[in-house]
């Protein structure tokens, strides 16, 4: 006897319920997740202390200065930004730069963006921050006293880090805290860059599936979620197409078999 199209039509609905309902499960989980989370604890923020504030009593000299000094040890085409900021009670000048590199393979020139930290009161450059200093500048940040836990240098990361996309190299400073929290600390800027701790790692890794973006967690637009999308359209369309023959074959059976008095 061959089937009939009532059968098909929820045979299908029921596998799509089933595999699109188990990411329906996580993005549930994810959205209670996040609506429900404090986004200052998750950013950090009650870890944060403000940054220092710098005297107005120095004396500066020119940013002009600065950039001669840095032209006599390395080209510099475009300026990004130049910041004044403070290094562990010291002003000074951050000064982010792209130079045109000659590559002899192609004979082009590529781009290169260069950082520089130079003396604000003097106009003397310095290196990037030792590891020693950007602990130093972590633990100003960090609000409380915790003990240093581990130091780690990075100089690369991968697309599921949670200091992807941000300055390299730089320090990851974690401290003996209930959070577990860690400050990164970019060595070529001498700033603090993130804070992050473990009620941000959870919002991330539930991000990542929430996002399905299982390459870099970050990009709500991949085909995968496409996908889904679609894959749900055809589950809502396939449940209202059941309804509707369910209902058009009941009203059959009480049209063939009418109820006697």
Request: include cysteine; glycine fraction near 6%.
């Amino acid at each position: 006897m061959a089937k009939s199209k009532h059968y098909y039509i929820r045979k299908t609905h029921r596998w799509l319920g089933v595999i699109l309902g188990i990411q329906f499960l996580l993005w549930t989980i994810g959205g209670l997740y996040f609506s429900w989370s404090n986004m200052d604890e998750v950013h950090g923020d009650f870890q944060k202390k403000n940054a220092p504030l710098l005297s107005s009593d120095i004396s500066l000299v020119s940013p002009t200065m600065v950039l001669d000094t840095i032209r006599r040890v390395h080209r510099i085409d475009s300026i990004v930004s130049i910041q004044l900021i403070e290094i562990l009670g010291k002003p000074f000048y951050q000064v982010r730069c792209i130079s045109a590199i000659h590559n002899e393979t192609n004979h082009e020139h590529d781009m290169q963006a260069m950082n520089h930290l130079a003396d604000a009161e003097t106009g003397d450059l310095r290196g990037p921050l030792t590891k020693e200093e950007a602990t130093e500048v972590a633990k100003r940040r960090f609000n409380g006293e915790p003990e240093v836990k581990s130091v780690e240098y990075l100089t690369g990361t991968n697309n599921h880090h949670e200091y992807r996309e941000n300055p390299l190299p730089a320090y990851a400073i974690t401290f003996e805290h209930p959070s577990k929290a860690t400050v990164y600390v970019a060595s070529e800027l001498g700033t603090v860059q993130k804070f992050r701790n473990n009620k941000w790692r959870i919002f991330d890794f539930l991000w990542m599936m929430h996002t399905m973006d299982y390459e870099g967690r970050d990009n709500f637009g991949n085909n995968l979620l496409r996908f889904f999308s679609i894959f749900g359209l055809v589950t809502v369309l396939s449940g209202f197409a059941l309804f509707f023959v369910s209902t058009k074959r009941k009203k059959k059976k009480t049209t063939h078999f009418p109820t006697l008095n």
